[in-house]
């Protein structure tokens, strides 16, 4: 299967500062990469993904960057507010392997008001 | 994205006993999954739930101790077997289409 590392394993910054989580992968088939965020006691979900056909992702706060060559990819937060702090996941997909999700360890961000 | 609803929400329960988790989607997907999660722990997938046929299991998950039903697009059951403290933990179910999303969780206790 696939060996996805995350880093750090926490986080904390303040309150309207940038927040960057990094997960390499040791697959080079990988072609999908989820991230997800999980409050305490709920249901991890899906914040933003990228397909390995492409480098960079935005959504609002939320940017993914993606370098194949690498094997890694970063999860940015910008302007942080204290309802992101949450616990966030990254994943690899790999298609030759059914298509099933390779978690990394999680990370735990907290942002100080 | 799809709604995922899962039953029961929580148990206790003794040891060498079984219980049966239930997954229900609102709407058809093309695969579904059952996830194990320690507290404050990452996702592991335990396997992946076949429509019709034998699920497809990860490395240390076994068909014995952990059956798994996929009856149609909308619905899944994981069974927990012969049940030991080590196995309580967060039994998570989950679906995917285009995108993966997941059920609320199960906790569950062994006692």
């Known amino acids: 299967g696939e060996n996805v590392e995350q880093h750090p394993s926490t986080l904390s910054v303040q309150e309207g500062d940038s927040a960057v989580i990094k997960c390499t992968y040791s697959?080079?088939?990988?072609?999908?990469f989820p991230w997800y965020k999980q409050e305490l006691g709920k249901r991890p979900q899906l914040i933003i993904d990228?397909?390995?056909?492409?480098g960079e992702k935005k959504d609002q706060r939320i940017a993914v960057t993606l370098n194949k060559t690498a094997k890694h990819f970063s999860l940015h937060i910008t302007e942080t507010q204290p309802e992101d702090s949450a616990v966030y996941f990254c994943?690899?997909?790999?298609?030759?392997?059914?298509?099933?999700?390779?978690f990394g360890t999680g990370t735990s961000l907290t942002v100080i008001p | 994205s799809a709604v995922i609803s899962q039953k029961p929400s929580r148990d206790i329960c003794q040891r060498g006993t079984s219980l049966t988790i239930q997954c229900q989607v609102d709407?058809?997907?093309?695969?579904m999954f059952w996830y194990r999660q320690q507290p404050g722990q990452s996702l592991t997938l335990i396997a992946t739930?076949?429509?019709?046929?034998?699920?497809?299991?990860e490395s240390g998950f076994v068909i014995d101790k952990f059956p798994i039903s996929r009856p149609n697009l909308t619905f899944s059951t994981l069974t927990v077997s012969n049940m030991s403290p080590e196995d309580s933990s967060i039994y998570l179910c989950?679906?995917?289409?285009?995108?993966?999303?997941f059920g609320p969780g199960t906790r569950l206790t062994v006692l």
């Open positions: 989950s679906g995917r289409n285009n995108e993966q999303f």
């Open positions: 709407s058809q997907v093309t695969m």
């Open positions: 739930a076949n429509q019709g046929s034998e699920a497809t299991y």
């Open positions: 990228i397909r390995s056909n492409v």
């Open positions: 697959d080079s088939a990988s072609n999908y």
């Open positions: 994943a690899a997909s790999i298609k030759r392997f059914g298509n099933q999700f390779y």
